[in-house]
């Protein structure tokens, strides 16, 4: 008897050690798929940045039955910094003396410091960060302040104003970082938190959902690429370049905007998919300027018609898909046998519905991919395979132009008592100038003092290069005009002298 019940408990024992071992194998080859979808989407970035492929779930509800995001909070409010940046701006101010006692009121430009905040993300175990643009442009210095209260001076990698995506790195070594999730996966009426630096309250979560995807024309007409994620976590000034994550601690979007007539937070918020971020990041990280792919194709113009022929405009408004209106001069469409009035239905299988959707699908790929283009033609559907191109018409990836070789110059960075003594905030000296390059061509000589270049102070010889090769990398039918401001020591009056690189 005694012999019967042992066995059955050995038994008992055996099936329940096997269940287990089933269970962790099926919940192992589970996550190993879904490690597997994961980097498929942004095996890109992961490797950019050196991430972890395995992502840890966490739970979206505790035992109560009830929502928990605690653990998404915890694994992701570490990764969340806060930036603090310190501009100089130019104040314009009016003698009251001279106004009153009619002098006509003679004015000075007096410069002011100005100090602003927002949110970052760790993206990597050696600190590189990304954030918005538009929260360090302009910046002479921007610091870091970790989870942990450590803080850090920050570089500006690079940043792009087209995306509203700047890269900045600190030195140091196993930085908490958030892992990529897959934008693209994110599904309207998702959970979503977002984590940043709201009026200063650091490390503040807020909760929402996914409210609407690839929505367009949120912001002004300086950001050129706009697909964003609407949600309705409330975000508030500083939150910008903070993380939006999903439910199981993923990065899947930048914060960056707020539909606001105050300013502050009334109901909906937006966020750059992570799929545009990160590959812009990625790029800035390893090429100092985005790749940006084009198909080579013109559009017509909603907007414009909606004033000028708006029958035509409802009548293009009720078309599922691009329609393409006219080719570029040189166009890799064209080439490979889009007509004139085929409407583009997909890209590699993925659905177009309208023009943001179209560029949020070419923004993932560089010169020199192919991708599959689906058009609907009169009615047809016919499927062409196109090499995309860069901004210059080639499918080259564009390497970052050496900005000391086009200006034919070299510079020093000013000491603080230099900049002092000179009563100036930022400035960089030319050291020398060859006699071939464009800084001799315009008169710039040796001693002069340059502030700053297209509005955008300079310290040191980085600065310099960072802003001329962006504005050299522009495509062939944009303005490559820098502005620069500066002077010669110790008295000399401001100049401004304007340089177009297109004619190096």
């Keep these: 008897m005694k012999a019967n019940n042992t066995k059955r408990v050995l038994g008992i024992i055996l099936i329940a050690v096997l269940s287990s071992v089933i269970t962790?194998?099926?919940y192992d080859q589970i996550n190993k798929k879904r490690s597997r979808a994961v980097s498929g989407n942004v095996g890109e970035y992961v490797s950019s940045f050196g991430q972890d492929k395995n992502v840890v779930l966490t739970n979206l509800t505790a035992s109560q039955g009830y929502f928990d995001f605690t653990e998404a909070a915890e694994k992701a409010v570490h990764g969340v910094v806060?930036?603090?940046?310190?501009?100089?701006r130019e104040q314009v101010v009016i003698d009251p003396f001279d106004f009153f006692f009619g002098f006509g009121g003679r004015q000075q430009i007096i410069p002011r410091e100005q100090v602003g905040f927002g949110s970052g993300v760790i993206v990597s175990k050696d600190g590189y960060i990304i954030t918005n643009n538009h929260v360090v442009e302009g910046a002479t210095e921007v610091s870091v302040t970790l989870n942990d209260e450590r803080e850090f001076t920050a570089k500006v990698v690079g940043a792009d104003a087209q995306s509203d995506i700047a890269l900045l790195k600190i030195d140091g070594d196993n930085f908490p970082y958030l892992s990529f999730g897959n934008s693209d996966a994110l599904r309207v009426g998702e959970w979503v938190l977002a984590i940043g630096n709201p009026f200063n309250l650091t490390s503040t979560v807020t909760a929402g959902i996914v409210s609407a995807k690839n929505r367009t024309n949120i912001v002004g007409e300086n950001m050129g690429l706009q697909s964003f994620i609407q949600i309705d976590a409330?975000?508030?000034?500083?939150?910008?370049?903070?993380?939006?994550?999903?439910?199981?601690?993923?990065?899947?979007?930048?914060n960056t905007a707020i539909y606001s007539e105050t300013g502050n937070f009334t109901g909906y918020a937006f966020a750059i998919p992570i799929s545009i971020a990160g590959k812009v990041a990625a790029d800035l990280k390893e090429y100092g300027i985005v790749q940006r792919a084009v198909l080579g194709i013109q559009v017509p113009?909603?907007?414009?018609?909606?004033?000028?022929?708006?029958?035509?405009?409802?009548?293009?408004?009720?078309?599922?898909?691009?329609?393409v209106e006219d080719f570029s001069d040189r166009s890799p469409a064209k080439a490979a046998g889009i007509e004139k009035g085929d409407i583009i239905k997909a890209i590699n299988n993925v659905p177009i519905r309208n023009f943001g959707e179209l560029q949020y699908q070419l923004s993932k790929y560089r010169p020199g991919d192919?991708?599959?283009v689906t058009v609907d033609r009169k009615g047809s559907e016919k499927t062409f395979t196109v090499e995309l191109i860069n901004m210059q018409g080639s499918t080259e990836i564009i390497k970052r132009p050496d900005a000391l070789k086009i200006l034919g110059?070299?510079?020093?960075?000013?000491?603080?008592?230099?900049?002092r003594r000179l009563g100036i905030s930022s400035g960089v000296e030319v050291t020398d100038v060859t006699k071939d390059g464009i800084f001799n061509k315009e008169g710039i000589k040796k001693g002069f003092i340059i502030m700053r270049i297209n509005n955008s102070p300079v310290n040191n010889e980085d600065d310099v290069a960072r802003i001329v090769a962006?504005?050299?990398?522009?495509?062939?039918?944009?303005?490559?005009v820098i502005l620069i401001a500066g002077?010669?020591?110790?008295?000399?009056?401001?100049?401004?002298?304007a340089i177009d690189l297109s004619k190096k």
């Design 24 to 26: 962790l194998f099926g």
């Design 301 to 323: 113009n909603i907007e414009y018609l909606k004033r000028y022929d708006p029958k035509r405009a409802s009548e293009l408004a009720k078309i599922q898909g691009v329609m």
């Design 234 to 254: 409330a975000v508030n000034p500083g939150n910008s370049g903070g993380a939006l994550v999903n439910t199981k601690g993923e990065l899947v979007g930048i």
């Design 370 to 372: 192919k991708v599959k």
């Design 487 to 497: 002077f010669y020591p110790p008295n000399g009056r401001t100049q401004y002298i």
């Design 409 to 419: 110059a070299t510079f020093k960075a000013l000491s603080d008592e230099q900049k």
């Design 470 to 480: 962006s504005v050299a990398a522009r495509g062939v039918d944009e303005d490559k």
């Design 82 to 88: 806060h930036v603090k940046t310190k501009a100089v």
